[in-house]
């Protein structure tokens, strides 16, 4: 009985991305009252469109975050201050939702604090509206009766500012800047935040600063997160002889993400990338983590799980078989979705 109903799940999901493509997606529909708030449009230019859930009307809204530094004012690893980071934020469906609303001025709406707040995070050259991450979100918000928003890192999606190779502690400073909105403006609880891929290394660097809390965040998930580069770099990632050349030449060069948008890339990212070790992350000791990789993921390698595994304190590892770097679309979203949710409930 349990195979036929994970297969009909299946069955339902692959009928509902295939209804996408079929039919563009609609610009999302907003609070009827924005007060003049500017909306990031659901489309990117050089992305590829995007195959969203289908939401019902009201239920998500988007905006953009004006980024700042922790003082308030600019500093170094900030960009220029006036950078603004796109948002979409995913409102608990719930009919029960509806005990503490809260205005937030940022983003002209309301949200029921009372409900907690799921952050979700993109992968190197990605963004907030991947297939993958937008309909995890809404599965989850659905599944656990919370929130979910997620968000373009600096540089990514419809967030403006200079992207970057690297940029790790840029991406986990953005983070960072979601989670003080989420618990100031928002007045909601951080129960967990997700990182996929590049993404994993912004998560597990917030879940340390998170030590020093005590209303710190409890959960964290890395789907397909990275632990270090190895030695052979994964599928995707080598550079080619005229990279390289390029690299050796200009001090910069071209790479070409698998979503088509070319970014640059100079010796100082490749080195801050080359560097990457999650060692530690073992100082998140209070953090528990759940791990979900592929066995045939190229990108990254599954022995990165097992590494993840062997350093953190409260680590939990499934690997899915046959499952590559971002899960086969919508292939494995039933396990993810049942895998998170059980996680959370357990450990809340």
């Known amino acids: 009985f349990r195979r036929r109903d994970r297969r009909e799940k299946e069955r339902k999901e692959e009928e509902e991305a295939t209804a996408a493509e079929e039919e563009p997606a609609e610009t999302l529909v907003q609070d009827e009252d924005d007060g003049g708030v500017r909306r990031p449009p659901v489309e990117m230019k050089n992305y590829p469109p995007p195959i969203l859930p289908k939401i019902a009307k009201g239920q998500e809204v988007s905006f953009y975050l004006p980024k700042e530094s922790e003082g308030g004012g600019d500093d170094e690893n900030n960009n220029d201050g006036g950078d603004e980071l796109a948002c979409s934020l995913i409102r608990c469906s719930d009919p029960k939702c509806a005990s503490t609303q809260t205005k937030v001025e940022t983003g002209g709406f309301t949200v029921d604090s009372s409900k907690p707040v799921i952050i979700v995070c993109h992968g190197t050259q990605s963004w907030r509206n991947q297939m993958l991450l937008a309909y995890l979100a809404f599965r989850l918000s659905e599944s656990l009766h919370c929130h979910t928003l997620r968000f373009d890192f ?4 419809h967030s403006n500012g200079k992207w970057r190779y690297g940029n790790f502690q840029g991406e986990h400073e953005d983070l960072e800047q979601v989670v003080r909105f989420v618990r100031d403006q928002m007045k ?5 935040v997700i990182g996929h891929s590049k993404g994993a290394q912004a998560v597990l660097k917030l879940a340390v600063h998170e030590e020093e ?3 710190r965040i409890p959960l964290y998930v890395l789907l397909a997160g990275r632990f270090s580069l ?3 770099l994964g599928e995707g990632e080598q550079l080619s002889d005229d990279q390289v050349a390029e690299l050796e030449r200009r001090g910069v060069a071209t790479i070409v993400s698998p979503l088509g948008v070319s970014f640059p890339m100079t010796w100082e990212d490749l080195e801050e990338k080359v560097e990457l070790d999650s060692s530690e992350s073992a100082e998140a000791k209070s ?3 759940l791990v979900l990789h592929g066995d045939a993921d190229t ?3 599954v ?4 590494r993840f595994e062997e350093t953190l304190e409260h680590c939990e590892v499934i690997i899915l078989e046959n499952a590559d770097h971002n899960f086969n679309g919508l292939k494995y979203m039933p396990r993810l ?4 949710t059980a996680f959370v409930e357990k450990h809340a």
């Open 230 to 232: 190895p030695d052979r």
């Open 299 to 301: 990108v990254v390698p």
């Open 287 to 289: 953090a528990r983590v």
């Open 154 to 157: 600096t540089g990514n999606g």
């Open 188 to 192: 909601c609880r951080v129960l967990c």
């Open 337 to 340: 979705v049942e895998s998170i």
């Open 303 to 306: 022995g990165d799980a097992r």
């Open 213 to 215: 809390r005590e209303d």
